[in-house]
């Protein structure tokens, strides 16, 4: 068993470097996240309170001094491989946020035929390894009463997708889709404020199956891969009662999400 151990740290030192290397230590921020895989669905995790409250600020303010959204007609900023630095960073953040939860959870690793098993690591080491993690970004801005309709997010994305969820706290809710039926994100903002509805495949497709609720607070980061990312869709309908929880309706304030993905090698050429 000390032999697979020693070979599993070594493995995961290739991949995420040395974590108690001097330089590391020197630029240690101290964390107080956590990670939770969410049990129903597969390739869900969430990691709670990833940013701080003065990252949170930081991070709104350089999204802000992008001027995006300068005009309230505009909701919506999508970049594509040159990411703005602070989108590289929170990138770096997230890699760093995994590897730790890995060599933290090494013995996890290990199963019963002592052979690596990653299903237990909110991404892969596969979807750790590739270089850049991220080329492609979305950044939504949603006031009270926008939210965006179930939707699996398109195949030119990777697995392995990122959000993070800032300013006004929601519940995403997720449905497993029926076989053979795909909805892929298309026009997917709707507003309840301006009386828009689901998209118009939604209720035929997972009008029967159960939601699994999924609540986000300012600073919190969701990972989806594997079935999550490919067989479940996800939705935030901001019609109060769709924004409960725990019998409590949730205040609804302005929200801005951050959306991090990697095109696949077909769509870099096309963007090229
Ligand atoms: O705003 C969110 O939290 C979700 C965004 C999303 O699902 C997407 O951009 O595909
Ligand atoms: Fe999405």
């Excluded at 600073?219 to 990312?229: I, K, M, N, Y």
Aim: contains cysteine.
């Amino acid at each position: 068993m000390e032999r697979e151990r020693k070979d599993l740290q070594e493995a995961l030192t290739a991949v995420f470097g040395e974590s108690d290397s001097e330089s590391d230590t020197e630029t240690e921020v101290p964390c107080n996240y956590s990670w939770k895989a969410v049990k129903e669905i597969p390739g869900l995790w969430l990691c709670k309170g990833f940013l701080s409250a003065q990252q949170q600020e930081e991070l709104v303010s350089a999204i802000d001094s992008e001027g995006w959204f300068i005009d309230s007609k505009h909701n919506q900023a999508m970049r594509f491989k040159d990411l703005p630095d602070w989108a590289f960073e929170l990138s770096q953040f997230i890699h760093d946020a995994v590897s730790s939860y890995a060599l933290a959870n090494d013995s996890l690793y290990l199963s019963a035929e002592s052979k690596i098993s990653m299903s237990d690591m909110p991404f892969n080491l596969n979807l750790l390894q590739r270089v850049p993690l991220f080329d492609q970004m979305i950044v939504n801005r949603y006031q009270p009463g926008e939210g965006i309709c179930a939707h699996v997010d398109l195949l030119r994305f990777e697995d392995g997708i990122a959000i993070l969820s800032l300013e006004s706290t929601c519940v995403m809710h997720f449905t497993q889709c029926m076989p053979n039926v795909s909805i892929l994100e298309s026009e997917l903002r709707y507003n309840h404020q301006a009386g828009h509805t689901f998209a118009a495949n939604q209720k035929q497709s997972c009008g029967q199956q159960e939601k699994v609720p999924v609540l986000l607070e300012p600073g919190d980061l969701v990972l989806l891969s594997g079935e999550a990312r490919y067989k479940w869709t996800h939705e935030i309908n901001r019609s109060e009662a769709c924004q409960t929880w725990e019998g409590e309706l949730i205040c609804q304030m302005r929200r801005t999400s951050v959306t991090l993905r990697k095109l696949t090698i077909s769509e870099e050429v096309h963007t090229s």
